[in-house]
């Protein structure tokens, strides 16, 4: 086990010594790094912007009006508490 560590920190110091000492496979790899990035859907927002949704309830969307009837109420409930609180 302590072998393999060893090896491996090794291999891990000498690639690293390696990548920074040649430059053209620091580009290289920079390029291959950014190419995939860019084919991954990781941090992309692939749905629907929330704005284009907004103020367009579907009558068909139950979960959707749902939504819609108990935050509208939000605002009233939260007022109304303050107003309790303080008198």
């Known amino acids: 086990m ?10 891990a110091g ?15 790899l920079k ?3 950014d190419t995939v990035a860019n084919k ?8 629907e912007p929330v ?6 309830s579907d009558p068909m969307d139950l979960d959707d009006n749902k939504m819609v009837s108990e935050g509208s109420q939000y605002g009233v409930h939260y007022y109304n508490k ?5 008198a």
């Open 40 to 47: 991954l859907p990781i941090g992309k927002n692939t749905t």
């Open 82 to 86: 303050n107003e309790q609180d303080n």
């Open 51 to 56: 704005v284009a949704k907004a103020g367009l």
């Open 14 to 28: 000498i690639g690293a010594l390696l990548w920074y000492a040649w430059k053209p496979s620091k580009d290289d």
């Open 31 to 33: 390029g291959m790094v």
């Open 2 to 11: 302590k072998n393999n560590t060893r090896y491996l920190i090794a291999g």
